[in-house]
């Protein structure tokens, strides 16, 4: 089955400090995957495609099928980035897969 | 177009009432998708419309729910005989069929069955 998992429900790291949200999948097709942030009271939205291999606000993600992972790397954590991350999967081109999430929390 | 929009955005009602929420796409996209979030948890879907076709529903959609996209536009999901378990938070999204994992979400319609 088709599964997103990531591992981490909270993530604590000080101002200045790198940052790594994690994300395992596990997908029989070729995946596609994105990064969804939620900050505090707003919606669900967009952060990265793998595809695009793009970096927004400062975060990359890296595709990597031996591990099935999908990571989410920051170098440099501002207090900004303090949300909630989701990792997602598209299946089948039709509807999208999510982690739990993790609540990331960056201390000042 | 301000993106997608949800109403109601909080619903109260007792249980085996029937409830229905509506979601607002964006205009130009021709996908509409429901979600369910449950505290803790990430979304899980539910259902999607291609234009007016509901092409998939998912295994958590009982046959208490039910959706609609009459006119490929606005899409409702109806709820009936409400049951506590049905408490969560309903998302809609909607995107272009040409790239699905781009979604773009509405606000939530919270419901709590008491």
């Known amino acids: 089955a088709q599964r997103v998992t990531q591992p981490e429900k909270l993530l604590s790291v000080f101002k200045g400090a790198p940052v790594e949200l994690k994300c395992n999948y596990s997908?029989?097709?070729?995946?596609?995957l994105f990064w969804y942030v939620q900050y505090s009271r707003q919606r669900l939205q967009l952060l990265l495609r793998h595809i695009s291999r793009e970096s927004i606000k400062g975060f990359t993600a890296d595709l990597n099928k031996g591990e099935t992972s999908f990571h989410l790397k920051k170098p440099f954590a501002q207090e900004e980035d303090s949300a909630m991350y989701y990792c997602a999967l598209n299946q089948g081109a039709q509807k999208l897969v999510f982690g739990q999430g993790t609540r990331l929390t960056i201390n000042p | 177009d301000t993106g997608v929009s949800q109403n109601p955005r909080h619903k109260i009602t007792k249980r085996g009432q029937n409830v229905t929420f509506r979601c607002d796409p964006i205009s130009e996209h021709n996908r509409l998708y429901w979600y369910r979030q449950t505290l803790g948890q990430g979304p899980e879907f539910l259902t999607y419309?291609?234009?007016?076709?509901?092409?998939?529903k998912s295994r958590l959609l009982s046959d208490r729910f039910s959706a609609e996209r009459p006119k490929g536009s606005f899409s409702t999901l109806e709820i009936q005989r409400t049951e506590q378990g049905d408490s969560a938070m309903y998302l809609c999204?909607?995107?272009?069929?040409?790239?699905?994992?781009?979604?773009?979400f509405g606000p939530g319609t919270r419901l709590t069955v008491t």
């Open positions: 997908y029989s097709g070729s995946p596609e």
């Open positions: 999204a909607s995107s272009l069929e040409v790239r699905a994992g781009e979604q773009y």
């Open positions: 419309f291609q234009n007016e076709a509901q092409l998939e």
